[in-house]
């Protein structure tokens, strides 16, 4: 919805965190009058309200709700809420941020979602485009508000969006868009895997240039109801099946390449970023940068410096020969196995949190072949143990500096400690970042030893 339209409708931003911050920066700038909701006390209410120059209600209340004419809402508040869904059945528009993004972005945007991967991929396109010169700016669901984005100069926008935020967004026409891959997440807010892979596959509609993941049928977009008509070409990628893919591997004098239809692009060695995932995350950054038509040339220095993101898979240190990984970013069942697969020797793993109606049971199999010893914290911790039983050692902590001091008591040189906690973190710790920076304050404790 264009900010001109919206100086004529009455405006209320449901959900006042850094999203709904940013929009009200947006609203702001555009003379937009708007209300503001969300939970939380009257003083802390009052208090906003002298802020903003604004009403600021303290509770979601549909009967609040109905006497707007769009409410912009934030992420973290579902659709489903009964007072957002009596809004909708009444006749209220519902919009989200990118909604906002989409009717003022005036360069090309390449989308990005899918239950894993979606920071790592984001932030190589934007490190290998900025090492070729050209003004790349992550952004959404990673570091900066889409926004607070429109602020600076960019030439092109690399937006990680999270199903939430597809959730409120009809008009986002990217150039490029992936779901990179679908996993077993945020079950609690969805009927089912398949209703939340049709949400993510929504990122397909008017996106010019469609990158799929031959390996994950999630993915794949349905002709009939996820995309639009302005759909120019479809580019697959697998890390296996060259026949049927653009982007591919292949051995080379016995080493895995990374190709594109015609030439052997990368030695996978060359990455600077471990596991058969990042590989794949290699094919899904080319795949998305070929709508730009950037050459290769341009784009290896910045393919083979990138180093990954803190918080995923970030190397910490070594210590008496135990080497110390921090994967909190790892907050679902998917991402926690390729980290564990990823790992250069036997794992203690730190794992739990907010199961978030997961099933466990599909890390049997890897923490039975890597996993010499399974250290729980959290509030769903006995949840993951009975569903993990019998793979391997279970030991349960009561904090992050207890499992630590685990792992160090029990690793022997050799060893990999890992925290990647297939969880959510919100019922210990502000944040993943909270979490993985508590992980590692501990870890230099040993590192000092």
């Known amino acids: 919805m264009h900010p001109r339209i919206l100086t004529t409708q009455r405006v209320l931003i449901v959900g006042f965190g850094v999203t709904g911050a940013s929009v009200v920066r947006y609203l702001q700038r555009h003379q937009v009058a708007f209300d503001v909701a969300d939970e939380c006390d009257q003083h802390v209410a009052a208090e906003r309200a002298e802020n903003l120059g604004c009403t600021v209600h303290s509770t979601f209340d549909a009967t609040t709700f109905q006497r707007y004419d769009v409410l912009v809402l934030s992420p973290g508040v579902p659709r489903s ?4 869904a009596e809004a909708i059945t009444a006749g209220v528009a519902v919009i989200g941020d990118i909604e906002l993004f989409a009717h003022s972005v005036e360069v090309p945007v390449i989308a990005v979602t899918g239950s894993n991967g979606k920071s790592t991929v984001v932030s190589w396109i934007a490190h290998a485009l900025q090492t070729a010169g050209i003004k790349a700016v992550a952004c959404g ?10 602020l600076g100069d960019a030439d092109v926008y690399v937006l990680e969006l999270s199903s939430y935020q597809l959730e409120s967004t009809q008009s986002l026409k990217p150039l490029a868009a992936t779901v990179l891959n679908v996993s077993d997440d945020h079950l609690d807010r969805y009927d089912d895997i398949d209703h939340y892979a049709a949400v993510k596959r929504t990122v397909f509609t008017n996106a010019q240039y469609r990158v799929v993941n031959q390996d994950d049928p999630r993915t794949w977009p349905d002709a009939d109801s996820d995309v639009g008509d302005g759909v120019e070409e479809r580019f697959t990628l697998s890390l296996e099946s060259i026949s049927e893919s653009r982007w591919h591997r292949v051995l080379k004098d016995g080493k895995p390449w990374l190709c594109d239809d015609k030439f052997a692009l990368l030695d996978q060695s060359e990455l600077a970023v471990p596991g058969e995932h990042n590989a794949a995350n290699a094919l899904a950054v080319l795949a998305l940068i070929e709508a730009l038509a950037v050459p290769f040339t341009a784009l290896k220095e910045g393919m083979i410096s990138f180093v990954g993101l803190r918080h995923r898979t ?5 210590h ?5 990984y921090n994967d909190s970013k790892g907050t679902n069942v998917d991402a926690c196995s390729k980290a564990v697969s990823a790992m250069p020797g036997p794992v203690l793993l730190i794992a739990g949190g907010l199961a978030k109606g997961a099933d466990f049971s599909p890390l049997q199999d890897v923490v039975r072949r890597c996993v010499r010893l399974l ?3 959290g509030q769903d ?3 993951i143990r009975a569903q993990l039983a019998g793979a391997t050692q279970i030991v349960m902590a009561d904090g992050m500096h207890e499992a630590v001091q685990i792992c160090e008591q029990q690793a022997d040189p050799g060893d990999v400690v890992l925290l990647s906690p297939a969880c959510s973190s919100f019922d210990m710790f502000r944040n993943f970042e909270d979490r993985g920076e508590q992980f ?3 870890v230099q404790e040993v590192l000092a030893a």
């Open 320 to 324: 008496a020969g135990v080497r110390w």
């Open 141 to 150: 669901n990673i570091g900066q508000p889409a926004l607070d984005s429109l």
């Open 314 to 318: 970030e190397y910490l240190g070594e």
């Open 381 to 383: 911790r006995e949840q």
């Open 81 to 84: 809420h009964p007072a957002v």
């Open 440 to 442: 590692a304050s501990a």
């Open 375 to 377: 250290v729980l914290i």
